[in-house]
C-alpha cells in the first residue's frame, strides 16, 4: 500500500517562508521513486484544487503555476523518497491545503491532475495578512 505524507504546512505572517516534504513509502512506490514525476497541488476554502508544481523524474525540468512563479521552488531527493516544495514570500491568497501527487505515466499527467496514480492527503498552510 503506497502512503504519501505530507508535512511542513502551518501558520505564517505573510512575506514568510515554509518548506513542506512529502515522503513516500509503500513497495509500489518505496523502490521506484524515481520513477514517478512528482508534483504539488493545492485546494483553498471553497475553491476548486489546483496545480501548482511540478518536477520530472531525475528532476531535471520543473513547472509552475504562473501565480507562484519566483516564488515557490520544487524539488525532490530520490534516495529519500521525498518531495519538496520551498514557498517563499508568502501571501494570504496561499492559505490552501497543499497536497502532493505521483504518476508513473509521467509529469503531463501531474500537470493536468487527472488520473494521478498517488496523492497526499495534505497539509494545511494559513498566511496571515
Known amino acids: 500500500q503506497v502512503q504519501m505524507v505530507e508535512s511542513g504546512g502551518g501558520l505564517v505572517q505573510a512575506g514568510g517562508s515554509l518548506r513542506l516534504s512529502c515522503t513516500a513509502s509503500?513497495?509500489?512506490?518505496?523502490?521506484?521513486?524515481?520513477?514517478?514525476?512528482m508534483g504539488w497541488f493545492r485546494q483553498a476554502p471553497g475553491k476548486a484544487r489546483e496545480f501548482v508544481a511540478a518536477?520530472?523524474?531525475?528532476?531535471?525540468?520543473?513547472y509552475y503555476a504562473d501565480s507562484v512563479k519566483g516564488r515557490f521552488t520544487i524539488s525532490r531527493n530520490n534516495t529519500k523518497n521525498t518531495l519538496y516544495l520551498q514557498i517563499n514570500n508568502l501571501k494570504p491568497e496561499d492559505t490552501a491545503v497543499y497536497y502532493c501527487?505521483?504518476?508513473?505515466?509521467?509529469?503531463?499527467?501531474?500537470?493536468?491532475?487527472?488520473?494521478?496514480?498517488?496523492w497526499g492527503k495534505g497539509t494545511l498552510v494559513t498566511v496571515s495578512s
Open positions: 518536477i520530472t523524474r531525475g528532476g531535471g525540468n520543473t
Open positions: 509503500g513497495r509500489t512506490i518505496m523502490n521506484y521513486f524515481s520513477s514517478y514525476a
Open positions: 501527487a505521483a504518476d508513473g505515466s509521467g509529469v503531463r499527467t501531474v500537470i493536468s491532475g487527472t488520473g494521478v496514480d498517488f
